[in-house]
């Protein structure tokens, strides 16, 4: 049975984010915000809302092994899986300057993150813990990253990069509506999600962390996987990578600055080995993104496996 509701509460946080985004993007556009901005703030939080509904009903669940199982495994399935299977389906130009300052930014919140975890290494203290306090400073960087994206999407609307159309899509009524219901399936799916998940993870013995690395972060990360698939598909680079890397950067400064802010997060050590690894795949998107500013089909499979030997690494780990 609880395989049947933690499957219910991921067609509920996709079908929400979905139409969450859907009436958010037609709202921001008939009040003639930049699509831009629109892309880089309401898609990007609209693929992260399962993540984020999820790690902050687990941090008030007191299931810190969830909340950050569920932050570092959606970005490694983000910047693995979601621009691989992206890349090996259609090459991606990375032709946004925009796009090529995401990426750092996503490998600045990693670091952030490590540091701010880092606890014990760092001060001698008994136990990591990411507090109320840390979780301020992940918001404020938070702040910052928005006000960059405010500031790219004013200079590309004074430059004339953006046509507004404010009688796009649905009626205003409509779009409330898609907005409002896709944010009440948001959160209750993801309850339940995260019941049935902790209900799985100890009937198999499986720690809270490794389900919200595996079962909870694939899960959560559909929306991103589809989006991006989509968008590459309809020759849109840009929106594919810049979706996985700016829900890579939500994750971290908004999803887990959010949890923390509600409650204090005690970490599993071995959280510490995915941080690494994630921040390595992130320089090596890097990289790839640099060279030749293209993310080719090769790369995407090298992508894709490197996701594929985290994932038996983590199961033998368990």
Do not use: C, H
């Not at 699509?35 to 703030?41: A, C, I, N, Y």
């Not at 300052?101 to 490998?107: A, Q």
């Not at 972060?217 to 698939?229: F, K, M, N, Q, R």
């Amino acid at each position: 049975m609880s395989y049947i509701i933690l499957i219910a509460g991921f067609v509920l946080l996709i079908k929400g984010a979905d139409y969450f985004v859907e009436g958010a993007s037609n709202i921001a556009i008939k009040l003639n915000v930049s699509p831009l901005l629109v892309g880089l703030t309401i898609v990007a939080l609209g693929t992260s809302s399962p993540e984020a509904t999820v790690s902050i009903l687990a941090a008030l669940d007191d299931n810190a092994g969830m909340v950050l199982g569920n932050i570092v495994g959606s970005n490694l399935f983000n910047i693995t899986m979601v621009l691989g299977v992206t890349a090996m389906i259609t090459p991606l130009t990375v032709k946004s300057e925009t796009i090529r300052k995401e990426i750092p930014f996503s490998l600045l919140a990693a670091v952030v993150l490590l540091i701010l975890m880092a606890d014990v290494f760092l001060n001698g203290a008994v136990e990591n813990i990411v507090s109320r306090g840390d979780g301020l400073i992940i918001l404020l960087f938070f702040s910052v990253f928005l006000y960059y994206v405010f500031e790219m999407a004013m200079k590309n609307r004074s430059e004339g990069g953006d046509a507004v159309d404010t009688d796009v899509g649905a009626p205003w009524g409509k779009n409330a509506l898609y907005t409002a219901g896709g944010l009440a399936a948001i959160i209750f799916g993801g309850r339940l999600v995260v019941d049935s998940a902790t209900e799985i993870a100890l009937s198999l013995g499986m720690s809270e962390t490794l389900v919200g690395l595996t079962i909870v972060a694939i899960g959560t990360s559909l929306p991103e996987l589809i989006t991006s698939v989509t968008a590459a598909m309809k020759n849109q680079g840009d929106i594919a990578i810049g979706n996985a890397v700016g829900s890579s950067i939500f994750n971290i400064f908004f999803v887990a600055g959010s949890a923390a802010s509600v409650a204090p997060l005690t970490l599993d050590a071995k959280i510490f080995t995915d941080m690494w690894i994630m921040i390595l795949l992130t320089v090596l998107l890097l990289i790839f993104s640099r060279t030749r500013y293209n993310i080719g089909r090769g790369e995407g499979f090298v992508l894709v496996f490197a996701y594929i030997i985290y994932m038996i690494f983590i199961i033998i780990r368990n």
